[in-house]
Structure formats: C-alpha cells, structure tokens
C-alpha cells in the first residue's frame, strides 16, 4: 500500500512538472523575442511584459542599438488585441496573440515604416550575415 501511495505521488508530481510551463504560458506576461528588418539592417526587439492585478507593464531592449529595460509607455492587451507604444520614440505595435500565448503577430510602425512583426517566446535564431548574428 505505501508503494502505491508513493507511485501515486511520483506520477503526480512527474504530471505537475510537465503541465506547469504550460500553465506559465497561458499569460502576456515573460519575455518575448522578435528581429526585425528594417531597410536592410536586422534588429533584435525583446519584450518583457508583467502583469499585476490585471494591469500590464512592459519594458523593451533593442541591444543593437544599446537600449536595455525601456519602459513602455503604454500597453494593452483586449481579449487577444495587443497593443504597445513608446511615445518618445513614436512607434507603436498592434497585434493579435494566438490563444497558447505562444506567438504575437501584428504591425511595428514608426513614420513611415509599418512591418509585419513576429514574437515568440524563444529567442528567434539571426538570419546568416545579418547585424544581429
């Protein structure tokens, strides 16, 4: 009966261990990771998302370019419509998360530029030759 007992635990505790990244991932909130092609020149964009009490925050990095932990002046996400803008900066980002918050796809604008953009949750492997690689 103890061996039984003990098994039970095991498998459960094996179960919960497989299940738990799964569970963490049914948020906006980590780290998501994009590059993007702008004219030529490949940059890396990174989000961190927080949430608390319902409310997001976020701050971004463009390591290329030497910025780390922005803070995001606004950001928003309305049932899968997600939303982000630096002010200082005028760009902004709108998108649609997939249901797994696996994956953002939307648009990053600035002026002129609107580029279809990628997040994931993994760090995206640099295309060969570019800045970013």
Known sequence: MKKTFLSRIVLTAIFLLF?????ISQS???NW????NVEGIYLSMNL??????SVLT???DVPEQG???????????DDQE??????PAAFSFEGIVDRDFTQIIGYFKQGD???????????VESPAGSTVA
């Open 82 to 87: 997600f939303k982000f803008a630096f002010i």
């Open 67 to 77: 910025a780390i932990n922005i803070p995001l002046s606004s950001i928003s996400l």
């Open 48 to 53: 961190h998302i927080t949430e608390n009490e």
């Open 33 to 36: 990771y994009s590059i993007m």
């Open 113 to 123: 530029l609107n580029l279809l953009t990628r997040f994931e949750r993994e760090p």
């Open 28 to 30: 906006i909130s980590g």
């Open 19 to 23: 299940l738990s990244p799964a569970l």
């Open 58 to 60: 976020g701050t971004f």
